[in-house]
């Protein structure tokens, strides 16, 4: 018979999680029946491990940190997450529709014919692989049936290899993860590169310093949306892989002081930054303008009894993510730069 192993993390029950933060992390905690709805509702490792790094010294927490200021932390950084969530989605969608569009116009809307070795690159920077990118495209959506005949499996590609003669580019990237579209953008040819990056964006640039800051900018909004999707730790995150480039962001936003000589563009501002400037559409501008003013003033809600946990929690996660002055420049910016008539009209 083998020996009984003693797990390091064993069960333990709400009311033992609760004594433990009380004795052993010193986490105030006055009200034991809320303490338990917040362990069983978010759990213990999203609320304690998640921020420890933030609020604790030699793993004890700070003097004033509660279980009700975790949880409304907890709360406020999803409901800023959901935020750089949302709008990446359209920046996602956006791209994915541009590529298309140019991949459809000069290389046909058959996958045998825009898929082709020959209308790409054989590597990027010695990193990205065409031979790879299309194997994951062809993984993520199909498979091989016991004769080799391709089986796709997922809709609306499914539908199209079904009741089609082919599968033209904007419905097989309705199947490409966003990562790999990203490689298959930087796998084109210059003269597609260049078309898509100026459909991306339209300001006054050349279209050389428009591919070289949608690279990065694509790249830290689909690492922050990965951060998020899989609820990893979104307050301290950074990406310095992906800096954008500091002159030419400047040169895009055409005001310096909206950086605020930020130099560190690989932070969740250099997130907010490169949406912003993705969205290619007055309305959604406005709309994303005025969802990050509802965030930072959630503390304005008057909700009886943790109205002033909320105007603390605010102010710190402002700090933390060292957005807390830079975001006020950033909000001055759009609400001088934003046109009040409709953009087409």
């Known amino acids: 018979m083998s020996d009984i192993i003693q797990y ?34 978010f759990s213990y490792y999203d609320l304690i491990n998640g921020y420890k790094e933030l609020f604790m010294v030699d793993d004890i927490f700070r003097e004033g940190i509660t279980i009700e200021y975790l949880m409304y932390f907890y709360l406020y950084d999803k409901e800023f997450q959901n935020l750089i969530f949302r709008y990446s989605l359209f ?16 290389f046909g809307v058959s996958q ?12 990027y920077k010695n990193k990205i692989f065409l031979y790879k990118v299309k194997d994951d495209i062809f993984r993520h959506s199909s498979k091989l049936d016991k004769d080799g005949n391709r089986i796709y499996m997922q809709q609306p590609t499914k539908h199209y290899s079904l009741y089609h003669n082919h599968i033209p580019p904007w ?11 990203i490689s298959l953008y930087k796998l084109l040819k210059k003269e597609q590169k260049q078309k898509v990056s100026g459909t991306m964006l339209s300001c006054e640039l050349s279209v050389n310093d428009k591919t070289a800051f949608l690279i990065p900018a694509l790249d830290l909004i689909r690492n922050y949306r990965n951060v998020i999707a899989h609820n990893l730790k979104f307050v301290t995150y950074n990406c310095p892989k992906y800096r954008l480039p500091f002159n030419i962001t400047k040169n895009i936003l055409d005001d310096e002081i909206v950086l605020n000589n930020h130099k560190k563009l690989y932070d ?9 400037v993705l969205i290619d559409n007055t309305f959604m501008k406005m709309m994303f303008f005025n969802d990050i003013v509802r965030v930072m003033n959630l503390n304005k809600f008057q909700i009886s009894g943790i109205n002033d946990i909320f105007n603390k929690i605010s102010d710190d996660y402002l700090e933390i993510t060292n957005v807390k002055n830079i975001l006020s420049y950033f909000l001055v910016y759009v609400s001088k730069s934003l046109p009040i008539r409709h953009p087409f009209l």
Do not use: G, H, M
């Open 268 to 276: 969740v501002y250099a997130c907010i930054i490169a949406i912003y």
């Open 8 to 41: 390091d993390k064993p069960f333990k029950t709400y009311e033992e999680q609760i004594e433990r933060l009380k004795n052993v992390y010193k986490l105030e905690i006055r009200n034991d029946k809320f303490a338990k709805y917040a362990l069983s509702t």
């Open 91 to 106: 920046i996602e969608n956006s791209f994915k529709t541009k590529l298309a569009y140019v991949i459809s116009e000069d």
């Open 171 to 181: 419905i097989l990237l309705k199947n490409v993860t966003f990562a790999d579209a």
């Open 112 to 123: 045998d014919d825009y898929l082709e070795n020959k209308n790409y690159s054989y590597s």
